[in-house]
Structure formats: C-alpha cells, structure tokens
C-alpha cells in the first residue's frame, strides 16, 4: 500500500522531466501535423481549396509519377541503409580498439564528410561524377571501364551516385553513435572473455553486437527514417529529378507539387502521409525483430 | 603471428582507403578555395594562389563576419536548449517508465516520420502568429525540443547502470540531483556526440531558415552560401572559399569534443 | 502594434544594411524592400534604378535582398500560401514562365498595376505585358527580356569553315549538320545540353509560336501537328551527338565560357556571363536561332527566361514602391541604356531601343550591333500563353527524354507526356 502514494510521485516526477519537451513538440510540431492532415483532405489548385474526402488518396492510385517516386524511395532504403549500418559498425568496431595507431586520425577523417556542407558535397559530387570528372578517369586509368560512364545523365547511373553521396556523407554519422555505445562498454569482460578464449570473431557476436542492440536499433530506424524522406541530396546533385525522374523521392515530389508547380497543398500533404505510414511500418517491424531477439 | 600482422595490415588498408574517400572532397575543396574558377572547371587538383583573390571577391559579396555571428548565434543556442530540454526528456521517458509515457512515445516516434515540407506552412503560420517571422528564435524554438535526441538518450540511457539510481535514492538524493550529479557525468560521451550532431544539425540548417528569415541581416551563412552557387555566373573559387569557411567550426567543435570520448571512457563507471 | 512592428523592423533594417549595400545614407522616410535573385545581375539593376529615384526623392530607400533563385521563388510560394504577410516585402521579382501560376494561385496578393494608371503599358513589349495580365488587369512592370540568340566561337566555327553569314538563316537540321563538322575539324562538341532541363525545347515551341498549351489553358499536346514536328526536331537535335551532357546550371555555363564547347542557344541574359572571360574578347559572336522547320509561321526569334517586378498588395509602401517603378523603369530610357552596357539586361520598355547603348556595336562579339540584333528579334518574339502548368509539362517531357536520347518513338513520348500532365494538372 505503500508503494502507490510512491509511484505515483515518481511518475509525476517522471513527466516533471519529459514536459518541457512535450510542450514544445504540441505547439510546434502536433499542432502542425493536425493541421496538415486536415490539409490532406483538400483538393484544389493554390489557395483554391475545397474538401474533398479521400480524392487524394484515389489520385495517389492513378499518379505514375508519385509511384515512379515511391518505388525510387524503397529502392534507396532497401539498398542503402543496410550497406550504410553494416559499414559504420565494422568501421566503429575496428577503431574501437586502443592498440590501434592513428585512431583519431582515422576517426576524424571518416567523420569529416558529415561535416561539410550541403553546398559543399553536391557541388563536388556533381563534379566528380561529371562525364569527364574525376571518377570516370581514375576508372579507365584502372581500366575498368572502357569508356566514361554518363553518371548523372543515366537513370540507372544517378541512381547509384545518389547512393554513393548518401553512405559518404552518413556512415561517418553512424559510426559516431556506435563508437560512443562502444565506449561504455566495460572493457573488463572482453579481458575475461580473452582469458577464456573465445575468439575474436565470437566475442563480436556474443558480447558486442548484443551490447550495442539499442542503438543499432536507434540508428537503423533514425537511418530508415532519413532515407524515406530523402530530399538534400537528391535536389542539389542530379538536376530537377534526375533523367527521367530516376532520382525523384517521395519527399522531392511533394516539394515540387508545393512549390515548383501550380502547388496542390493538399495532395502535397497526401504524399507526405505516405511517407509517414511507410516510417510506421518499418520501425513497428524493426522494434519487434529488435524485441524478439531479446526473449529468444 | 604471421596471420596476425597480415589481419593488421589488411585493417589499416582499409581504414586507409575509408580515410582517404572521406577526406579528399574537402581537401578538393580546399584546393579550390585556392583556384580561380577556370581552373576549377579543368579539374586542377594542385594549389594555386587565387586564395586572397577569392576571399576579397567574398567580402565585397557579403557580410561574412555577420553571417557567422548569426549562425553561430542560432547553433550555439539551439545546441545549448537541445541538451538540456532533449536529454532530460529522454532519461525521463527511460528512467519513468509507465503505459502512457510509452503511448506517447510511439506517438514521437510516429511523428518523426512527417517530412518537414508537410508541416512547415502550417509552423510558418504558427510563427507569424507569434510575431517571431525573420527571427532567429523562430529558427531555434522548433528545434529544442528534438524527438530524434529524446530517442538517442532514451536509448543511451538504456545502458545507465540502474544501481547507482538505487543507491542514490537510498543515499537519500531527489530525482534533479540525481540527474545532474550522476547521470549527467557518467554519460558525457553521450552529450558529446549529441552536442556534435545537434551542432551540426543547426549550422547547417537550410530549409526552415529560407523560409522564416527574410532581410540580410538575419540571414546565416548556409543560406549565403546556396545564393551565392545560383547567381548567372557563379564564382566557384569564391564558393570554395565560403563553404569551407562555413565547414570550419563544425569541424573545431568535433575536435573539440572528441576528447570527451575518451574521457568518458576512463570516467564512466564500472 | 502590427504597423509599428514592421515598420521599426524595416527600418532598423534599412539602417543596419546602409553600410552593407553602399546605399546613400537616407535616414527617415520610406524604405522599399525588393527580393530577387542574383545580386550580379537583377540586384545590382535595382540598386541603380534606386540610386536614380533617390536623387528626386532623397526620402526613399531602396532595400534589395537577394536569394537564390529556386529559393526565393520556394520561400514566396511559401509565405504566400500561409495568407501571412508579415514580412512580405514591397516588390518582387518573378520569372515570366511562372507569373500566371503566382497571378492565378493567389489572386489577391499581387497588386494590379494596370488600376493605378502609372503605367503605360503600350510603351512594353506586348507579349511581356500579356503574360502578366489576368482578365483586364494587368500586375507586373515588365523587366528583362530573354530574347534569345546562338552565342557562338566564332573562332571554332571559322577555323571549321563557316561565317556569320552562313548562319544567319538556318533550320536545326543544318544546325546539326554544322556541329558535326565542328566536332570534326576543332574537337569540341557545338553545344551542352543538361537534359533535366527543356530550355531548348522551350525556345523551339515559343520561336513556332507554340507552347505546351493553346491560348485557352488546356493541354496542346496530344493531336497537334505543331507540337509534333517541335518535338520531333528536338529529338533529331538529342539524337545528334553534338552536344555534351551536363548537370546542373553552373556546369552548364561553365562548360562554353571555358571553351570546351563552341556555342550556346540561350537568351540575352547570359552575355554578362559570356562577357565576363576577358580573353576571349573578339572570338564570340551572335547568330539567330534556328528556324524551326515545317511550321508555318515559325521565326528565328524566341524568348527564354526573363521576368518581372510585382507588387505585393499587402505592402504598406505601395504607393513608393508603385511611384518607384512607374518613374524610373516605366520612364527613364536613360537608366536602360546603364543596365544595358552595365549587366547586359535588355528591358521590355521600348523607347529604350533607341538610345546610344542599344545601337552601339561591341568589339567583344566582333563589332556587331549585339543590341540592335537582339532588339530586332525581341520585336518578332510570337506571343504564347505560358499557362499555369509550364513546370509540370516540363517535368512531363524530361520523363520522356532518354527515351527520346536513344531514338525512341515520338508519338509514344507524345502520349506519355500529354498523359503525365493531364494527370498533374487536376
């Protein structure tokens, strides 16, 4: 009987510390989103609008452009992030080990690209993969290739530019969460499970990964999250969509329904509710594959 | 030994490769900020002494040494309230668990989800509402409160030992004691990569910015930089030249904070 | 309270920027705000036109803010469809492809220049004065004119034998014939291309006196011959090789002000560009674009780009920022013939044609009479109705592009993209 007086005031206390946040996010954040769902079910060019129930959802069925974008979104998702995550871990992983030589040299240096601007990375990027650009010299020098690659004139080509820009820039990202979650863990148990002998490779499995499943889990959802509303990159590198819309993402698509063309605010908002079905989705799946491996 | 030492050298290749892709666009661009922008365009990956052409072509452009305060002043600020106001939320939605906190969780977690370009007339809106159009605190406030940092904490916070909860409450501390004295040092590795990310989130913020500040004088340097690449005849050596300015103090603060890592290392509790 | 707020506002702004823009130092009085793109250019013409007002009215002051273009046009289309006007400033500048979207998204936030008859607007170019026009009303001063041209080498072109003359009046189809050869006999290709982006299939249609739609609005695309034999040329023009693909604006100019490539089918605006290598001084010169052949009425004249100043109805210095404009870009001959020699901005106002400037020859292409050139072409320019849907049918037509690239089928590009814009348009 006396723990109910007690858990209601740490309770309390509990919601002391999150409000000032919750505050906020209401105001500045669900206030909007109401909002724009509300916009959702509009229909009308400009400020035209009128109501129009679930019209937009049924345009979204008819739209070849909004399911070019979708299936371009999923593809960079289902291909990159996992490349992304895997790379940063190993990278984390790698310099997380004091012997190494020149650990903060090379942490510093695979950080940097997250580091440099917007501008800065898409101007290069643009001109690296240019016809006569950097890369398309270094690889016939190496002779595997015979001749340029058109990267950002070819769908399939900027594609893969978009991927390459994306995993340059975030890994370096990623690997920060993970070399931090390293760091707090005790380096006394990979002494003691030296000392027993279990193998390198066995310690990754059985100690690391396991310690560092929160955030895994955080960086893959928050990596899921980034990519499904792709927009940076693909505006500032290939021009207006990529040839042939190649590299138009959900999120680039509801930028031009709002702002290059004769704006549809409320399919805009349709779009965007895509976007954040998709988001639920995955990371419902993602926690609980994450919750699964924890009662197996 | 032999497949130990050939194990080390195939890791430092690696890493090298890794280093050497991530590090030569910015030295490219260093290299540019030295060129004049004909030799750019050739490709030219050597020095060359077009630097102080480029960077007083800058200054007659813009403002520079505004342009930095009021990034800075945005970054610093929104980086400070993040730390606080995020991180508190996270530790108190991890460390107070109960059936409505996790509701309103999954419903933070959900709202990540909104592109900004959904939500952002609907916040102009709100802005304009409160008279806060063209100022910076129109760009800070809607990033405080940052369910992307709750969750990183709450996760973090996830590997705080609860003993030294239980021992603290024993010891006869309150919660905000708790908070400040035991939690805030034993995850300093945490704060220091938040306040790295957070930073850099702010400094480069582009979007939110374009559309809530309106005169020069309110404008940052992320915003100068884009309008600068745009113009008729874009003067790439003086962009260089701008954008690795504006690459500098995200990079000092990185160096800055990396140590933390370390010392959180030696410091955190066993 | 909302008056004082803004107008303290404007005017601390107004004095923190006195140092920053150079103005002259008015203190009290009106402070005008104007957004454009591009300091270099747009910027630097209204911080003359301002400079000029100031002299007869030393109590108003010009504020010019510059962003870039896509920006700017984003952060307007923003804040105007938040119906906030905090902020807003007093003109605008708006390129001409986009004037009916912003005149018909948000009617009553532009304000109709045609009602305060400070403005003659027969002294403009008609075709500027059309495409800002909805119903009887009339929103915009007309600015600079993308009449369009063939910036060429002249060099390359004569060491692969051919002369100004030679060029003066020729279908794309010879234009491509010529390439070829350019190609061959110097080894740089005659153009570059970014195919994300119709500038040229736009300058084709407007040059037969098409558009994307018939003068009512709808879409003119699928059944019409005309749009057909367009776009047929452009895809003989893709097929042809003799151009270089690029990506994005700056590549794009870079790629013939660094005479990698030997000409360039782009409007009046971009001899600033052009003019701004130095050494190349005397190796440019300035053709007439292609005619498109099989069109009736197709002539060597197009327009590409070009904008214009708006006024925002919910400007507390209307009546400045209207004054403003009607004395000195709809009067001042004088302050054309500056921006002309000074950015290289050739504006609507016609009376502008016969000063000094225009009729002066420039060493730089070679000692012909750039402007009377360009003026004459201007006079020819076929009028079309930009619609509100130009970005969509734009967007419709690069999905189709590399298909075009590799030869593909035009009646079926035709079909796609009339499809694609229908959909867009609902």
């Not at chain 2, 610093?76 to 106001?85: D, F, G, H, P, R």
């Not at chain 3, 962003?67 to 605008?92: C, H, N, R, W, Y």
């Not at chain 3, 054309?336 to 950015?343: A, E, G, H, M, S």
Request: glycine share 6%.
């Amino acid at each position: 009987m006396a723990q109910a007086p007690n858990k209601r005031k740490t309770d309390l206390t509990g919601w002391w510390f999150t409000s000032p946040a919750l505050i906020l996010l209401s105001l500045f954040l669900f206030y909007p989103i109401v909002s724009s769902l509300w916009m959702s079910l509009q229909i009308g060019k400009g400020m035209n609008l009128s109501f129009g129930g679930f019209a937009n959802i049924y345009r979204l069925t008819q739209d070849p452009v909004f399911i070019h974008a979708l299936l371009n979104t999923l593809t960079f998702l289902v291909v990159q992030v996992p490349i992304m995550i895997t790379l940063a871990l190993l990278l984390a992983v790698t310099l997380n080990d004091s012997k190494l030589w020149g650990r903060s040299f090379f942490r510093t240096a695979i950080f940097l690209p997250c580091v440099t601007s917007l501008v800065a990375y898409s101007v290069l990027f643009k001109s690296m993969f240019a016809a006569d650009g950097v890369i398309n010299s270094f690889l016939q020098t190496l002779h595997v290739i015979s001749s340029p690659i058109p990267w950002l004139a070819d769908p399939f080509w900027a594609k893969i530019v978009i991927i390459l820009a994306i995993t340059w820039r975030w890994t370096g990202y990623n690997m920060i969460f993970f070399l931090a979650a390293l760091q707090n863990i005790d380096p006394s148990i990979y002494e003691a499970a030296r000392i027993d002998g279990i193998p390198a490779w066995a310690r990754f499995w059985k100690i690391t990964l396991p310690a560092l499943k929160p955030v895994i889990l955080f960086t893959t959802v928050t990596s899921t999250i980034g990519t499904l509303q792709l927009f940076d990159e693909v505006n500032n590198i290939p021009t207006l969509g990529g040839p042939a819309d190649s590299t138009l993402t959900l999120s680039l698509y509801i930028y031009y329904l709002s702002f290059r063309f004769m704006p549809s605010f409320g399919y805009a908002a349709t779009v965007s509710y895509v976007i954040v079905a998709l988001v639920v989705v995955l990371s419902f799946l993602q926690f609980l594959i994450a919750r699964e491996k924890q009662t197996s | 030994m032999k497949p130990h030492y050939l194990q080390r050298g195939l890791i430092y290749v690696v890493l090298l490769l890794a280093a050497y892709i991530s590090v030569f666009p910015f030295f490219w661009m260093i290299v540019g900020s030295t060129n004049t922008m004909a030799d750019i365009l050739k490709g030219k990956t050597s020095f060359g002494n077009a630097l102080t052409n480029n960077i007083t072509h800058l200054l007659e452009q813009v403002d520079l040494p505004l342009l930095f305060w009021n990034s800075a002043k945005i970054a610093v600020i929104a980086t400070a309230l993040t730390m606080v106001i995020s991180s508190l939320a996270g530790y108190g939605f991890e460390i107070f668990k109960t059936r409505m906190s996790e509701r309103v969780f999954a419903l933070l977690l959900a709202m990540l989800s909104i592109p900004f370009a959904a939500i952002m007339i609907p916040l102009f809106i709100t802005m304009a509402q409160l008279h806060l159009i063209n100022t910076h605190m129109a760009v800070i406030i809607p990033t405080v409160a940052s369910i992307f940092i709750i969750f990183y904490f709450r996760q973090a916070t996830k590997s705080f030992p609860s003993e030294l909860r239980d021992a603290a409450l024993v010891d006869g501390l309150k919660e905000w004691q708790i908070f400040l004295y035991i939690y805030l040092p034993v995850m300093r590795s945490t704060y220091a990569a938040a306040t790295i990310i957070i930073f850099m989130a702010n400094w480069n913020n582009y979007l939110w910015p374009l559309i809530v500040l309106q005169t020069n004088e309110t404008k940052t340097l992320t915003l100068a930089v884009a309008s600068l690449l745009t113009a008729y005849t874009p003067d790439f050596g003086m962009v260089m030249v701008a954008t690795t300015l504006a690459t500098l103090p995200t990079l000092f603060i990185f160096f800055a904070l990396q140590k933390q890592f370390v010392q959180g290392l030696l410091g955190s509790a066993k | 309270m909302k008056n004082a707020f803004s107008r303290r506002s404007v005017l601390g702004a107004a004095l923190a920027g006195i140092s920053f823009l150079g103005a002259t130092a008015a203190f009290a009085g009106t402070t005008v705000t104007v957004w454009c793109w591009d300091k270099e250019f747009n910027g630097a013409t209204m911080k003359e036109a301002g400079a000029r007002y100031a002299k007869a009215h030393p109590d108003v002051t010009l504020n010019v803010v510059d962003f870039a273009k896509p920006d700017m046009e984003q952060k307007l289309q923003a804040q105007l469809a938040s119906g906030t006007t905090d902020g807003l400033p007093d003109i605008v500048l708006i390129e001409d492809y986009g004037a009916q979207k912003y005149l018909q998204s948000f009617t009553k936030a532009f304000e109709p220049l045609s009602d305060t008859k400070a403005i003659d607007y027969k002294t403009f170019a008609n075709y500027k004065v059309a495409l800002a026009t909805v119903g009887d009303k009339t929103y915009s001063l007309p600015f600079d004119s993308g009449v369009s041209g063939m910036f060429y080498r002249s060099d390359y072109l004569a060491q692969a034998g051919y002369k100004s003359a030679d060029l003066q009046d020729i279908t794309w189809e010879k234009l491509i014939e010529v390439g070829k050869a350019v190609e061959a006999k110097t080894g740089h290709k005659l153009l570059d291309l970014d195919l994300s982006d119709q500038g040229l299939l736009r300058i084709m249609m407007q040059s037969a006196g098409i558009w994307y739609f018939s003068p009512d609005g709808k879409p003119a695309i699928a059944g019409n011959a005309k749009f057909k034999t367009v776009l047929s040329t452009y895809a003989k023009v893709l097929q042809s090789g003799i151009y270089k693909p690029v990506s994005g604006w700056a590549e794009y100019t870079g790629t013939f002000t660094s005479g990698e490539t030997a000409a360039a089918i782009t409007g009046v605006w971009m001899t600033a560009t052009i003019k701004a290598n130095k050494d190349q001084s005397g190796k440019w010169s300035i053709a007439p674009v292609p005619k498109v052949d099989g069109v009736e009425g197709a002539v060597h004249a197009s327009n590409l780009g070009g904008s214009s100043w708006y006024v925002l109805a919910s400007s507390k210095n209307k009546a400045a920022a209207i004054d403003f404009l009607a004395q000195e870009w709809g009067k001042d001959a004088d302050f054309y013939q500056k921006i002309l020699v000074n950015q290289g901005a050739l504006g609507s106002f016609l009376a502008a044609r016969d000063g000094e400037a225009y009729k002066a020859s420039d060493a730089f292409f070679g000692g012909e009479a750039t402007w009377q050139n360009f003026s004459t072409w201007l006079g020819k320019i076929p009028g079309v109705n930009y619609g509100t849907f130009t970005n969509e049918a734009d967007a419709a037509v690069s999905a189709q592009v590399p298909a075009l690239v590799k030869g593909g089928s035009v009646d079926d590009a035709i079909k796609a993209i009339d499809a694609q814009l229908k959909q867009q348009m609902q």
